[in-house]
């Protein structure tokens, strides 16, 4: 295998250096804030830079965009047994008597060129179908949430291996000196349900050294921990304070002959840079009031989905590699009329306008936007299903997912589910297969980003995954 | 049969290798396993063309007419020469597709293998550790100090290279403190070993270092990252769990030196050591830090089996270097280990009391751990209870008719609860329509009837005008087993802003009754003020008098008033709005965990006596209806009390309230004391089958357990289980763990292993450095008893240790990363180092060992998404848990400390044994504005301040205590014109002055000047963020 670009860089830069030890402060130089021009390529890259707008939970496919109006004549009769087959099923339905089908309440309209399903809980969402490319045949062995999210961010249900963003950083570096290469974004979601946890392993670097891992920012306090000078340091003060740090750390660099010296120099400098250039990513105060329309309403509130994708964009502009938004709330075991309509609600007008944004800025065609969620939901109700109220459990046999930008082709609809939206009738895509092609559109062979950790060259796609090339563009 | 030849060769004494010959190996196996094993190796399923290049028996076999993969002494005949030089797609080895290559200089060392013979030899690692000579000393370099240097110099001679001349002083004090103990030496350490001129200063101080109480804390770190310890459970909810006990105990173990085989026995086995103590049952803990989900909906057996797997993967990497876990799936790809050898010895994991969906907090089996005098305490109240117990008994008998009599009156005419002004009840039965259910409760076993289990996921509705008012007399009443620290029970409440209403909540044992107009300024909050214990069924009820004040709400625990505390009353005006009233959650946040029965409500203040016979009514019904057999002892009790209540006469009455008392003394005395996660087998054996793919729900063939078999077999009368494999692991003819063991202790010191992949000893590992120095390292180990002391001693008092760290240019090119060991090692100090240093230097360590996690400063708001519904929030501690070492804090996997996690630190999710050392400028942002270093940086102030002394003085002072060396003249120059020019900067601004130095949590100096003290404080602060400071070199 060919070991990435950047680890051999980091290695050929430590004797460069003549470094000593193993440390790997050489690599984190080359790679956490690194302006990376020779980035690691196997194939030809479609897209510079990811952003993954993640629901939590595991948004319905059947109530926003896998269209059955077969399953009206169904709707509370019982799933038959035949449609089901061997698949296993959640503790909290597993003991359920009896699963009457529900069909979605909602109404449905064709979209964009490729005449995507799409239903009036995303009409935002319906206007850019012309730029999406759904894949209606997702699926994952997965039936909870800690597998399932932690299968789709890093490849493996157990906990223990990087992030997809990670991976990304690891594999390419960054675009920027003074931001990291890959960051997280969190919002909760309006519905009345709690919401599930998430775990820092989702953005974590695994065996990746620990300088890929995600760097989370946030809506209140510092947006990246410890970013402010504390109470009474002025900004004077504070640089007076590392020039003399610096001046220290000048005298050992001579004297020890450690590379690592330099590079913590430059690190401290880079910590100073971030106090400038983080707020002003933060502060949105120069977008044009346009901007905000088209973002929505909740565009001015930090923290929101809309702001977080208006950062997003930001975050894009700037060169950021990976950008990895999550919004909780999605889990709709009950109340699942109300509680969709309100989750739709969050992300229908900020994600649309956020491809509207990029398209319009021209980097749509390099930024591969990704619409997911961890599974999808039953087509059986969960508990009693009532006239105006239901819930579905999780459902790992399809699901639906879309895709932006990044090379992949627009107005497109791939693969498809059986008239229950049970099982995956046509062009199976894994989620593997789903990571390998991400993958690919970044320039890079899913089978050659590798890893060796424990004696085993590691990938983000495990030994699976195959890239699609159907949805290419 | 087919010998593998790893097994097969072990005994073989190989001719004595001529010099030009190639080393299997070093130099071919290594490339065999990364080219060919893949497909031509252990694992049968991935076999291609059934050809395996691993076993030179099969290697020299025709596979087709005339074709011989390997034909001894004849490249030119072999077919694996041939195939890997060809130039047809369809025929070259490795195949294209794999994207492998074979280099010419890999070529060639094959066809020179073969041409020699096609001699195979034994991985190195699987050899036994025999008896090493000690090199003989050279001519024209240093005496050797100790034989480790014999072994080094023996390899630098060969390439014409020597050690380098020893560190100064200071720097092999501080080098040698952190080693050992984690911490920086003080400054009275400094001054007597720089005042030291005998020959053994060294050595003493060496001596002192291992005897301190902080080198096991410093052992510990490493130790916890190896058995994946936190304070979490890591899946899903990642709630608290309680088992730091056994990190005290590590920590207790590596200071009374407990020799590395007991060590690993008891954490493996202790609970099956006969007559295992408390505290051998206590170090199985090891093998219970493994995550655990609660996650409701997630199959038992997925995740038990998960459990077991990650006992024997962590063991296998921690104890054999081997990566067992690839062997779980198929047969190892690389080493010799077979899918059946896994479950092998997955059997012996497999047997543990356990389920796979926890419920509890901390997941049983546990063990309580109460320290000497609690124990005496418990022993006494227990030989009280017996007393009590036998004086009420003898009092009992000539009663016993009687009771006969009035337990069959009772079930004759079964009592009622109070009917009169029942404005509602619901009782959780199945198909019930009083309530709306929203989610799915489980349907289970009630108090009277069904019940219904809550996991925070579903809760009911009644409607919005159940008048719950606070002008309105009512009362309310359920029974309730709750589990779980933190539960909403009921709430009609307006989920957001005023958040009006009624609700109530349960908070570890402690019921909180809230009446809203205003949320937190007008409302009456009311707790209980003595905590319940949770787990088992009790009866509450609140009555309210329409006051709307504190003292017209009462709380009944079990048909008894309990004493309430007022936290608050202030409500002055309605508590009214639209929300329905929701059972199993307090608004639309928290939910309940736990069984609920039986609510109803009341539309009038009842009497005491009405909520008393209300509990026993209802708890009589479920007591008679079990039947006498049935009855558990609770029961029993709670009937004999209601008929001594009835009928008793004034001595049993009296006796039986002692006993009652003494119940819960002891009672009480055991819910406070610790408990930790322990080991615990079943007594009938779970049977082990191979699970094809690893996956739980596709078991295969049945195997016995037993322990891979091409390591040596268990010693002859070891039983097949948990205790065998402990034993085998430090058997004297164990290959593997002694090499481990010492490659890890070596990297403590030398920042890199002999062996580089401390983790993987197998095939596909780094070979040693040194292989003769870790095999006499090894075999001294085991020989000294397994003495980690006197090992760790051997190997920093060596003159390779000792060396400077500095490397002159031409060492830089002959040895770029130190692997010939021609210098002194060098590497960033781990995380806990970094910050204990700070607190140390500063003098604000509290070094108090053991106990719960603590919490130091951390950034707030860190928890909210990791936690279930953002339940749960961090609350830094307000006593000396803020400066305790780091090694206590509080370690939640899903998000570790940041102040650790920042320097690398593992998340503890899984077994880790290499933390990177990375370099970022996220450490940068820490050490410059963490409270920790800030509040450091005052303390330090404080202390040089409150010495007398001009500024130099007083700089100088503070440098040694943060670096371990005076400063020079020019370093000196720095730090003077940094302190005038804060200064000059804080008297412009004595604001910002106060502002700074109001920093952390410790007490500011009486008497400093804000100016002064915030001047200073920035300029020491400055130290924490040299290189220097958080470098060891």
């Known amino acids: 295998m060919t070991p990435p670009l950047s680890h051999v860089q980091s290695v050929n830069r430590r004797h460069f250096l003549l470094g000593g030890g193993l440390n790997l402060g050489a690599m984190a130089l080359a790679s956490l804030l690194r302006g990376d021009e020779s980035a690691l390529s196997h194939v030809a890259p479609q897209a510079k830079r990811v952003i993954y707008l993640f629901m939590h939970g595991g948004p319905s496919q059947l109530d926003l965009f896998d269209h059955k109006p077969g399953l009206a004549k169904w709707h509370g009769k019982e799933l038959p047994p035949s449609v089901r087959g061997t698949q296993r099923l959640t503790g909290m339905t597993s003991g359920q008597k009896s699963l009457p089908v529900a069909a979605s309440r909602f109404r449905f309209a064709r979209h964009g060129p490729g005449g995507a399903w799409v239903s009036e809980l995303l009409p935002h969402t319906a206007g850019v179908a012309g730029e999406l490319c759904f894949i209606h045949s997702l699926h994952t062995e997965a039936i909870n949430h800690d597998p399932a999210v932690t299968l789709m961010q890093t490849g493996h249900q157990q906990p223990g291996r990087p992030s997809f963003g990670a991976w990304t950083s690891y594999g390419l570096g960054s675009e920027n000196r003074s931001l990291p290469a890959f960051v997280v974004l969190i919002s909760r979601g309006s519905a009345a349900r709690p919401a599930d946890p998430l775990y820092a392993r989702l953005w974590g670097s695994g065996f990746l050294p620990s300088n890929h891992q995600g760097v989370s920012f946030r809506s209140s306090g510092d947006p990246v921990l410890y970013l402010s000078n504390p109470p009474g340091v002025s900004p004077e003060a504070r640089r007076t304070q590392l020039d003399a740090a610096r001046a220290l750390n000048r005298f050992q660099s001579d004297l020890q002959h450690d590379p690592e010296i330099a590079t913590r120099i430059t690190q401290y400098e880079m910590a100073w840079r971030m106090q400038t250039s983080v707020p002003d990513l933060m502060s949105t105060r120069g977008e044009a009031e346009s901007t905000f329309d088209a973002y929505g309403p909740q565009a001015r509130v930090p923290g929101s989905f809309a702001a977080n994708c208006l950062l997003a964009r930001r975050l894009a502009e700037r060169g950021v590699r990976f950008i990895q938004l999550y919004h909780r709330g999605w889990d709709q075991h009950y109340n699942l009329p109300s509680d969709l309509r309100l989750q739709c609600g969050d992300i229908d007008q900020p994600a649309a306008a956020l491809i509207r944004d990029l398209k319009q800025r021209g980097l749509l065609d390099d930024t591969l936007v990704v619409w997911a969620g961890e599974f999808g939901r039953t087509t059986y109700s969960q508990g009693k299903l009532e006239p105006a109220n239901h819930g579905r459990d999780h459902h790992g046999a399809c699901f639906t997912v879309w895709l932006a930008g990044g090379g992949i082709r627009p107005g497109t609809v791939f693969g498809g589910t059986d008239d229950f939206c049970y099982q995956v009738a046509r062009d199976p895509v894994h989620v593997h297969d789903l990571n390998a092609t991400l993958l690919h559109q970044l320039g890079l062979n899913h089978e050659r980003l590798t890893h060796r950790f424990q004696g085993r060259d590691y990938r983000l796609t495990d030994v699976h995954g195959r890239v699609v090339t159907q949805i290419l563009g | ?1033």
């Open chain 2, 1 to 1033: 049969m087919v010998r593998v030849l790893f097994i097969a060769l072990v005994s073989l004494v190989l001719p004595a290798a001529k010099a030009e010959s190639v080393d299997f190996n070093n130099e071919v196996r290594p490339i065999l396993s990364e080219l060919c094993f893949p497909c031509h190796g252990p694992d049968k399923g991935a076999r291609k063309a059934d050809l395996r290049l691993d076993m030179i028996e099969a290697a020299v076999r025709e596979t087709h007419p005339g074709v011989h993969p390997i034909v001894p002494g004849h490249p030119e005949r072999s077919d694996l020469i041939r195939r890997l030089s060809s130039r047809d797609p369809e025929e070259k080895m490795p195949p294209p597709k794999t994207g492998k290559n074979i280099t010419p200089s890999q070529f060639e060392t094959l066809r020179r293998w073969i041409a020699d013979g096609a001699v195979p030899d034994t991985h190195w690692s699987f050899k036994p550790v025999a008896a090493v000579e000690i090199p003989r000393s050279l001519s024209g370099v240093s005496q050797p100090v100790n034989p480790i240097d014999a072994f080094v110099q023996a390899r630098l001679a060969g390439q014409g290279l020597r050690l380098s001349p020893a560190a100064d002083p200071a720097t092999l004090l501080r080098r040698v403190s952190f080693d050992l103990t984690g911490l920086p030496p003080t400054s009275a350490e400094l001054d007597r070993f720089f005042s030291d001129s005998a020959p053994d200063a060294y050595e003493r101080a060496v001596d002192r270092l291992l005897s301190s109480p902080h080198f096991g804390e410093r052992m510990a770190v490493d130790w916890l990252d190896a058995a994946r310890y936190a304070d979490t459970n890591g899946y899903f909810g990642d709630k608290t769990r309680e088992i730091w006990p056994w990190r005290d105990w590590v920590v207790r173990a590596f200071n009374h030196n407990l020799p590395f085989d007991v060590f690993t026995i008891e954490q493996i086995a202790g609970d099956l050591l006969p007559g295992a103590t408390p505290e051998q049952r206590t170090a199985t803990g090891f093998n219970r830090n493994h995550m655990v989900t609660n996650e409701s909906g997630v199959i038992d057996e997925e995740y038990r089996v998960e459990y077991v797997a990650d006992r024997v993967e962590t063991t296998g990497v921690v104890w054999l270097g081997l990566t067992v876990g690839c062997a779980r799936c198929h047969d190892h790809k690389y080493d010799p280990l077979s899918q059946r050898d896994y479950y092998r010895l997955f059997a012996c994991f497999n047997n543990v009391v356990e389920t796979g969906l926890v419920r509890e907090e901390s997941p049983p089996p546990i063990l309580e751990v109460p320290d000497a005098a609690a124990e005496r305490a418990l022993e006494a109240l227990k030989s009280q209870l017996a007393d009590a117990e036998a004086g009420f008994d003898s009092a009992l008998r000539p009663h016993r008719e009687a009771l006969a009599r009035w337990e069959k009156h009772l079930t004759d005419q079964p009592p009622l609860p109070p009917e009169r002004s029942l404005l509602s009840r619901f009782g959780f039965e199945p198909m019930e329509e009083t309530a709306r259910s929203v989610g799915t409760a489980e349907d289970v076993d009630g108090v009277v009837g069904r019940a219904a289990r809550f996991d925070g996921m579903q809760h009911f509705e009644l409607p919005a005008d159940t008048p719950l008012q606070a002008d309105r007399a009512w009362t309310i009443g359920w029974w309730m087993k709750p589990d779980g620290a933190l539960s909403g029970i009921l709430g009609k409440v307006e989920p957001e802003g005023r958040r009006r209403g009624f609700e109530v909540y349960w908070q570890n044992g402690r019921l909180h009754v809230h009446l809203i107009q205003e949320w937190g300024i007008k409302a009456v909050e009311l707790v209980l003020s003595e905590p319940v214990t949770g787990g088992r069924w009790l009866h509450v009820a609140i009555r309210h008098d329409g006051s709307g004040k504190a003292s017209g709400l009462t709380l009944f625990v079990n048909g008894r008033p309990a004493a309430g505390e007022v936290r608050r009353d202030t409500l002055d005006g309605p508590i009214t709005n639209a929300e329905p009233l929701r059972i199993g959650r307090r608004d639309d946040g928290l939910g309940y965990y736990g069984l609920l029965d039986e609510w109803r409500l009341h539309s009038r203040a009842l009497g005491n006596d009405e909520i008393h016979r209300w509990w026993w009514d209802q708890q009589s019904r479920a007591i008679l209806a079990a039947g006498p057999a049935k009855r558990d002892a609770t029961q029993q009790a709670l009937l004999l009390e209601a008929f001594l209540e009835e009928r008793g006469d004034e001595t049993l009455q009296r006796l039986h309230l002692t006993l009652g008392k003494t119940r819960e003394a002891v009672e009480r005395m055991r819910g406070k004391l610790p408990r930790t996660l322990v080991m615990q087998e079943r007594d009938a054996p779970r049977t082990t089958r191979v699970l094809n793919r690893g996956q739980y729900d596709q078991p295969g063939e049945t195997v016995e357990p037993g322990v891979p078999a091409f390591l040596p077999a268990l010693p002859l009368g070891d039983p097949p289980n948990r205790l065998g494999v402990a034993r085998w692991l430090v058997s004297e003819t164990q290959p593997l763990t002694p090499r481990v063991a010492v490659n890890r202790l070596w990297r403590q010191c030398f920042g890199e292993g002999l062996v580089n992949t401390v983790e993987d000893f197998g095939l596909q590992g780094d070979a040693p450095s040194h292989p003769a120095l870790l095999d006499w390292l090894a075999r001294r180990f085991v020989d000294s008893g397994w003495d980690v002391k006197a090992l760790l001693r051997l190997i920093v008092t060596s003159a390779t240790y000792r060396q400077g760290s500095i490397p002159s240019p031409d060492r830089l090119a002959d040895d770029p990363e130190n692997r010939l060991l021609t210098r002194g090692p060098r590497f960033r100090l781990p995380a806990e180092m970094i910050r204990d240093q700070a607190l140390a230097a500063s003098g604000l360590l509290s070094r108090r060992p053991g106990g719960p996690g603590v919490m130091p400063y951390q950034p707030p708001g860190l928890w909210t998404d990791v936690t279930y519904d953002g339940e749960e929030r961090y609350s830094a501690d307000r006593d000396d848990g803020l400066w305790r070492r780091s090694l206590y804090t509080f370690w939640k996997r899903q998000l570790p400390p940041p102040a650790m996690q920042t320097f690398d630190s593992p998340t503890r999710e899984k077994c880790t044994l290499r933390r990177p050392r990375t370099n970022t400028p996220l450490q940068a942002l820490l050490l410059l504005n963490d409270d920790t270093y800030l509040e450091a940086g005052r303390a330090l102030a404080t202390v040089v301040l409150e010495e007398a002394g001009d500024d130099e003085q007083r700089l100088r002072a503070a440098f040694l205590r943060v670096l371990s060396r005076f400063p020079t003249e020019p370093e000196l120059g720095i730090l003077r014109t940094l302190l005038e020019r804060q200064r000059g900067g804080f008297k412009a601004d004595p604001g910002s002055a106060r502002d700074l130095v109001a920093v952390g949590a410790s007490p500011v100096g009486r008497g400093l000047d804000p100016v002064e003290l915030a001047a200073w404080s920035l300029t020491l602060h400055t130290l924490f963020n040299l290189d220097e400071a958080i470098t060891r070199r």
